[in-house]
């Protein structure tokens, strides 16, 4: 299995699993394993980051969360919360497909419903950081 080298300063101890000719890796957070994706791989990355490198505990991260957006029902990639407080929206692509103004819009609309401080963008190579404050997003190097 060749897995693309994504954009982390640190790399991360992932739990792998092959069934039939299918890969899975291992949720830390739901405590399971899931078909390994591009997207998954992206999210697996920031699960790792959050948990290990910032400190957060499983409880305070949610996946696939789902909200309703204009009527529609959508799920979001990943929260991390403090004290149950949406902190930081992290919104996740596969590596292949490009950021831009209309995939941030996305993000933009979903963070409308959960009202988190700061957003991630991030396709795992590419990682667009903003807060939100004053009514409008402000972007930055890094969290």
Known sequence: MELLKLNFQ????????????????YDMIRKTYLLLTPEEWVRQHWVHHFMTIKGYSASALITEKKIVLNGLTKRIDLLVTEKTEPKILVECKAPQIKLS?????????????????????????????????ENTYHFHQSL
């Open 10 to 25: 640190d790399s991360f101890d992932f739990k792998f699993r092959k069934d039939k000719d299918k890969f899975f890796i």
């Open 101 to 133: 103004e209309k995939t941030f819009e996305q993000t933009a609309r979903y963070n409308s419903i959960i009202q988190a401080e700061q957003i991630i963008l991030t396709n795992g190579v590419q990682h667009i950081f903003a807060t939100f404050s």
